[in-house]
């Protein structure tokens, strides 16, 4: 019997190893997998250990950093994923830091990466905390007594902590993130809207299905304040004066079907119609490229008058 | 020169190294061969499927064991104060006394909502005090051991530690029993259309003689809130998050199929926003409640209006009382209504 050649033992060797590989790697991902239902770590997090440079200094790398892409974001936050699967989600990756001199004293960094600025502005908006204080970053955000939110760019960030003592080192980690983020142009807010009665805290984006009609999106709404009414404004920009009055209409003609019903137009306001939805009143009108309005109002007056102030500011814009 | 078969040997040196075989050596190889081929083709024939594949069975439905305690019947109590110590025992005292539902060498089973690795100020999880109470009053009871589970979404010995929950349980005496994949069974739920060939925690639950579900009051993007029978989403494995397609529905399910001892409902600060993760205590509000109930559609319908919200607000609460779950007219069970001041 003939005994083989160096070549083939080296091939038989190779493919030996090739296999062990494979049999390795799906081990290794039937006990790491995210996808399991046993297991939730993913085998990546094994290998991004290192102490990111954003770190102030005094705390440490508690834990291993874990990252979930679309199909794996409900299990880091169940049911809260729909928010930002709607909203252009990329990529989730969640740090957790601790002071090296108490290690219950802990930070989470959750780093949303959304598909662009507005996308990451809407969730960032959206999940505004009322009892909360801005920060000056540099971008978007505010604090409470036990976290940071804000967005830098397409990236939506929260800091949250275990205690209330940590706030002096969010902080700071906040302002290294930031520092380390491209520069990006802000998303255009407060401008749009009127300046009187407006809460500029308020205003947020919505990206689909917004006052659950579905062909109204990317819509901006901020709070004004009318005779102690509280008042919903809304604006979008549309590619055209004459899509803003399509949708006019077919938010108008959402509304009737709806029990809706149109009891008055606004002479300043050409194409403009105000419905009464049960108890409450809806304003719907267009300006250039823009659908103004007001939403979900107690009274009629405070609908008209908030819906025309804005549509007045957006009037002077177009000019 | 005289022709040769391949095999056979050749004037070539190196040729000979490769190829030489005499006649006993290919017999021998060629019988191998034989036996190979016909053994392969033996195996075949035995293998072969005549009818070809076909959808794997659904296994028949499985009951899950029934906790409820018949002579307890359906009732609550709601009793306010921010003391969760005084509340629970007010609560529980008010229902009788947790001798009521545990008795002597009973194996109470504990189902927390332990689902994210999240401190306990953010209430997105049970509360470790309010645990560790419950867990002492089941011991008091005369229970012969006392067992704590879920099955988070995160990382389970993250939040298991992270939320305190796994060092209360262990405080007061109490098993963590944490997942794993032989404690899953895949059942079919009678009469759903959801949960159907489903690995389902169960290995805890065969084990228990009683059963306690303890959650905290939450707002849920998806659902509404997240109360005591969305607490039992705790018990299911494999990729459950598609059920949030079908939400109302698959919690209806899920209350049909778990029938408690009593339900807890911790709303003494609830997460009235940017639930059911929040993130920070601006998410919360003092609700300063306590709900305990041996009928968990009711106690989700008063826990509803600590989120500003009424059982008609959350379908799956319809959906349950429509299933014959329970009420979601909590008042007319006439809750037991306490202050702890």
């Keep these: 019997m003939r005994r083989a050649g160096a070549v083939e033992t080296s091939t038989g060797i190779l493919i030996l190893i090739f296999l062990t590989a494979i049999a390795c790697g799906v081990y290794i991902y039937g006990a790491f997998s995210q996808d399991g239902p046993y297991h939730n770590r993913s085998i990546l997090s094994l290998f991004h250990s290192r102490e990111p440079s954003y770190l102030p200094k005094g705390l440490g790398v508690f834990g291993s950093e874990q990252t979930f892409d679309s199909q794996t974001l409900s299990n880091e936050i169940d049911g809260k994923a729909d928010l930002y699967l709607s909203s252009g989600f990329v990529k989730l990756t969640v740090r957790r830091f601790a002071k090296k001199t108490d290690p219950k004293s802990w930070i989470e960094v959750s780093i949303y990466r959304m598909r662009n600025p507005a996308d990451a502005f809407s969730v960032y908006s959206l999940q505004k905390r009322e009892k909360s204080t801005p920060l000056n970053l540099g971008v978007s955000g505010y604090g409470t007594q036990d976290a940071v939110f804000f967005v830098a760019g397409p990236k939506y960030f929260e800091i949250t902590s275990s205690t209330r003592g940590l706030m002096k080192d969010m902080k700071v980690l906040a302002q290294n993130i930031v520092k380390e983020q491209p520069r990006y142009t802000a998303v255009k807010t407060d401008s749009l809207f009127a300046d009187k009665g407006l809460d500029k805290s308020s205003i947020s984006l919505h990206i689909k299905d917004v006052f659950s009609f579905s062909g109204l999106d990317h819509v901006y709404t901020a709070e004004y304040t009318d005779r102690g009414i509280r008042v919903t404004a809304f604006i979008s920009k549309r590619k055209s004066p004459q899509e803003a009055q399509k949708l006019a209409a077919a938010y108008g003609k959402f509304l009737v079907e709806n029990g809706g019903t149109g009891v008055a137009e606004i002479s300043q306001a050409p194409g403009s119609k105000i419905f009464k939805v049960f108890d409450t009143y809806e304003v719907v009108m267009h300006v250039g490229r823009f659908l103004v309005g007001s939403h979900d109002v107690d009274t009629l007056e405070s609908a008209r008058t908030i819906a025309l102030r804005v549509y007045r500011k957006l009037g002077k814009t177009q000019k | ?341």
């Design chain 2, 1 to 341: 020169m005289r022709e040769r078969p391949l095999w056979a040997v050749t004037d070539n040196q190196s040729l000979t190294t490769v190829f030489t075989m005499d006649r006993r050596d290919f017999l021998i190889r060629l019988a191998k061969a034989g036996a190979m081929v016909g053994g392969a083709a033996a195996m075949g024939l035995i293998l072969h499927d005549p009818k070809g594949p076909s959808a794997p069975a659904t296994p028949p439905p499985t009951r899950l064991p029934d906790f409820s305690v018949g002579q307890a019947g359906q009732k609550i109590a709601i009793v306010t104060g921010s003391d969760r110590i005084k509340t629970v025992d007010a609560a529980i005292e008010a229902l009788g006394g947790m001798g009521s539902f545990v008795k002597k060498a009973d194996r109470v089973l504990i189902k927390v909502n332990a689902a994210f690795a999240s401190p306990p100020s953010l209430c997105a999880t049970t509360n470790p005090v309010l645990l560790a109470e419950v867990v002492r009053l089941c011991f008091l009871a005369g229970a012969a051991s006392v067992a704590v589970t879920d099955n988070p979404i995160n990382d389970p010995e993250s939040c298991f530690s992270l939320t305190g929950i796994g060092e209360a349980a262990k405080s007061a005496g109490a098993e963590l029993i944490l997942p794993s994949e032989s404690l899953f069974t895949n059942i079919t739920a009678p009469g759903s259309t959801l949960i159907r060939d489903w690995p389902v925690f169960t290995g805890p639950i065969e084990k228990a003689t009683k059963l306690i579900g303890i959650a905290p009051v939450k707002d849920h993007h998806r659902s509404g809130a997240s109360m005591a029978m969305k607490n039992w989403y705790g018990f299911m494995g494999g990729r459950r998050n598609i059920f949030h397609q079908n939400i109302h529905t698959f919690i209806k399910d899920l209350a049909v199929m778990i029938k408690p001892t009593l339900v807890i409902l911790d709303g003494t600060s609830s997460m009235v926003s940017n639930g059911p993760t929040g993130g920070s205590i601006s998410d919360l509000k003092e609700t300063d409640t306590m709900i305990a109930s041996t009928d968990q559609v009711a106690a989700d319908s008063a826990g509803a209006l600590l989120l500003g919200k009424t059982p008609k607000d959350l379908p799956y609460i319809l959906k349950a009382q429509q299933a014959g779950v329970g009420t979601s007219d909590f008042e007319s069970l006439h809750p037991i209504r306490i202050s702890t001041g």
